[in-house]
Every structure is written in C-alpha cells, then in structure tokens.
C-alpha cells in the first residue's frame, strides 16, 4: 500500500516475497469504498438535475397546464406533440410503451397497431432524442421547453396558469 504508483514491480517480485493477505484486503476494501463514493456523487447529481427541472416549472412528475388544455382538446400540431414527448418524457414515461399509452388523449391514437403513426412517432423520439442503455434506465437527449419558449410559441395559457402567474409576480416576465 506504500510504494509509490510509479515504482513497478516484475511479477517474479510477487512470486518469490507473494501479496500480503492485508494489502489485498485493504485494496480491496478501498476499491469498495471507491464504488460507493461514485455512486453517491452519481445521485447526488441526479438529484440536483431534478432539482433543476422542479425549479423551472414546478411540476415534477406532471404535465404542465399548457400541455394539458391540448390533451383536453385532443389535437395539436407536429411541433406541440414534439414538445408534449419531452414533457411526458420528463414526467415519468420514460419506455416507449408508457409513451405509446400516455398519448391516448389524441383523437387519432392508434397504439394499438404496430405501424400505426403514434407508435412510428414515439419510435422516432426513442431513437433521436433517448439514449437507452442496456439496462433499461434511459435519459432524455434534450430538455424540456422553457416556459419562454413556450409562450413565444403561442402555447401559453397566461393568467390561467399557475407558472405564468408566478413568474409574473415575481418579475421575472414584463407585464
């Protein structure tokens, strides 16, 4: 455990002086220890990207009231449903089946059929804008819209939503 890591050692060292049962045990315990540090830090920072997402809108594990009067409605353009795979990405549906299901509030919903153009365009949105790794967890390549964005759009639903009105009070949007 002290020598210096630049200091290398023929494996006929090893052979004839051998390892010490308390060097291996306290490498590997420090390999171990290692581990945890790592995975700690990993939730730690996903936790602070929830923090991020909870910040800007407030609705963690929701779809915000914008994106609700549209699923109310059972229509929207190509752009508006763009927007909603993101957010309903954000909100939990994270598989493709979940986000085939989740938009069965549009009026031409055919999930049902495995070429039908929901399931073409949720297919799509996996393969563009997820990364899905090998062990089933997956994250989104882009982020969900900013409220500005979403207002400058024309999506907004000013003074009856909950976030306009927030961040009008707080100065944050020129009345």
Known sequence: MNLKP??????????????????????????????????????????????????????????????????????????????????????GYKTRDSMVEWFKWANDWDGEKPTGKCRTQVDWFFKNKVNERKTGESDCKVKPYKCDTIRDFGWCLKDDCPIYVKQKASGKIAT
């Open 6 to 91: 630049t200091k290398f050692r023929s494996i006929e060292f090893y052979k004839l002086n051998g390892l010490k049962r308390t060097d291996l045990k306290r490498a590997v315990e420090r390999v171990s220890i290692d581990r945890e540090k790592r995975k700690i830090e990993l939730e730690r920072l996903e936790e602070s990207r929830k923090k991020n997402w909870t910040v800007e809108h407030g609705f963690t594990g929701e779809i915000r009231p914008c994106f609700k009067r549209f699923m109310k409605a059972g229509e929207s353009q190509h752009q508006v449903r763009l927007a909603m795979a993101i957010e309903s990405f954000y909100a």
